[in-house]
């Protein structure tokens, strides 16, 4: 009996990729660079992260992006740091200071309510310096225009709020939310409750869902032992 030939190339089922996403770099940066390196036909990411936000960053290749939806969908968990007593209109270090509040007057118990009120399903407004789009752009561009724009409110849910204000005004932080939740919002609204001003300093994705941060890669050694297993050379 003859044997049926095989073909040369066996579908792209696709791959599911777990990058430790580097600082200042957009989720997009991340596809393009990774698209471009590993010679990927088809790619995209599950779940944006800011730029100064660093962590988990899942990204599908090939038939595995018809399940990005799903990645999208699952619950995060999230670790980072904010500070109250300032603010900036990104409600991050994307921009510079704008205003000065004070902070005397707040008890650690005031930021234990806080935590708590903002835990649970909330209906809360995506901040302007965002990649949500209006009128087919996104926010963050009518931003850096100078322009206001009324933004509705989206229902999330944050499941864990947990707080260590040791190193005050500097609060370490914990938050597990659904899909679509916005950490500078609930930092800026954070401060607001607080009769204060807050910015967030630093952010880290450290779970989507089962996939953690742990499992992931550093983008460079991915793509460095991706070419290798391809046998691609150098560009």
């Known amino acids: 009996m003859s044997e049926v030939p095989q073909p040369d190339h066996a579908p792209d089922e696709g791959e599911l990729i777990l990058i430790d996403k580097p600082l200042t770099w957009t989720s997009f940066d991340v596809v393009k660079k990774l698209k471009w390196a590993c010679k990927f036909k088809k790619i995209g990411h599950a779940g944006t992260l800011d730029p100064l936000a660093t962590g988990l960053l899942i990204l599908c290749t090939g038939k595995k992006t018809k399940q990005i939806d799903s990645y999208q969908a699952q619950e995060k968990e ?19 200071f704008d205003r000065d ?18 835990s649970g399903t909330l209906q809360q407004l995506p901040p302007i310096y965002s990649a949500v789009r209006l009128n087919g752009e996104r926010l963050y561009k009518k931003a850096r225009r100078g322009e206001t724009v009324e933004i509705k409110p989206r229902e999330v849910t944050v499941h864990t709020f947990e707080i260590d204000s040791q190193d005050f005004p500097t609060v370490h932080f914990r938050i597990v939310c659904s899909k679509g939740t916005y950490i500078r919002s609930l930092v800026r609204d954070f401060g607001q409750i607080l009769e204060s001003g807050a910015y967030l300093s630093a952010l880290r994705r450290t779970r989507i869902g089962d996939f953690s941060v742990s499992d992931s890669v550093p983008m460079e050694r991915y793509i460095n032992d991706k070419r290798t297993e391809l046998n691609l050379t150098n560009d």
Not at 81 to 94: A, C, F, I, Q
Not at 101 to 116: C, G, K, N, S, Y
Request: overall charge negative; proline content about 5%; aromatic content about 6%.
């Open 78 to 96: 999230y670790e980072g740091t904010l500070v109250l007593g300032k603010t900036t209109p990104s409600v991050d270090l994307e921009t510079e």
């Open 101 to 118: 509040f004070p902070v005397d007057h707040i008890t650690q118990e005031a930021l234990e309510r806080t935590a708590l009120q903002l």
